[in-house]
């Protein structure tokens, strides 16, 4: 397969999940954290999540206490939640769309690279109208978009 078509595909699939995760963004982590607050929706003690787990109490008392200062690890994270009868989920939640992020990057790029261009034509006296150099800019955004996207990752 072609691997345009693989990375749009995967590109798509990639926004259509983190459009389904947006929503989990605007209900932030209970102040106490997602354990405790399993733990006393099922009416469970920190014991008996122990017992479960095959630990101490203070065990438990000491992952709540790392979530909270979000020290904890994904792996405990994990038996945690199968210990309580529940899934653990672990995503990253683009802030816009993936087509926003790449648009807004190759924006940078090619501006830092007309800036010295630009430069170059003022001293010379060939400078561009404002006019023509938005469209340039549109021009060569559009064209980097096109192309291999890690050349975007190249100017920070």
């Given at each position: 397969m072609n691997h345009k078509f693989l990375q749009?595909?995967?590109?798509?699939?990639?926004?259509?999940?983190?459009?389904?995760l947006?929503?989990?963004?605007?209900?932030?982590?209970?102040?106490?954290?997602?354990?405790?607050?399993?733990?006393s929706v099922?009416?469970?003690?920190?014991?008996?999540l122990a017992a479960r787990m095959n630990c101490k109490q203070s065990n438990i008392i000491s992952f709540e206490k790392r979530e909270r200062e979000e020290t904890i690890s994904l792996k405990s994270l994990q038996h945690l939640a199968k210990a309580l009868?529940?899934?653990f989920v672990y995503a990253f939640v683009p802030e816009k769309t993936?087509?926003?992020?790449?648009?807004?990057q190759a924006k940078k790029v090619i501006k830092a690279q007309m800036k010295?261009?630009?430069?170059?034509?003022?001293?010379?006296?060939?400078?561009?109208?404002?006019?023509?150099?938005?469209q340039n800019e549109t021009m060569l955004v559009q064209e980097l978009l096109q192309g291999n996207h890690k050349k975007l990752w190249e100017i920070l």
């Amino acid at each position: 397969m072609n691997h345009k078509f693989l990375q749009r595909a995967m590109k798509e699939q990639i926004q259509n999940y983190s459009n389904l995760l947006i929503g989990a963004l605007e209900k932030p982590r209970p102040k106490n954290g997602w354990i405790k607050v399993m733990r006393s929706v099922l009416g469970m003690s920190s014991y008996q999540l122990a017992a479960r787990m095959n630990c101490k109490q203070s065990n438990i008392i000491s992952f709540e206490k790392r979530e909270r200062e979000e020290t904890i690890s994904l792996k405990s994270l994990q038996h945690l939640a199968k210990a309580l009868n529940c899934r653990f989920v672990y995503a990253f939640v683009p802030e816009k769309t993936i087509d926003e992020i790449l648009e807004t990057q190759a924006k940078k790029v090619i501006k830092a690279q007309m800036k010295s261009i630009e430069h170059s034509m003022d001293l010379e006296q060939q400078g561009l109208t404002p006019e023509q150099k938005k469209q340039n800019e549109t021009m060569l955004v559009q064209e980097l978009l096109q192309g291999n996207h890690k050349k975007l990752w190249e100017i920070l």
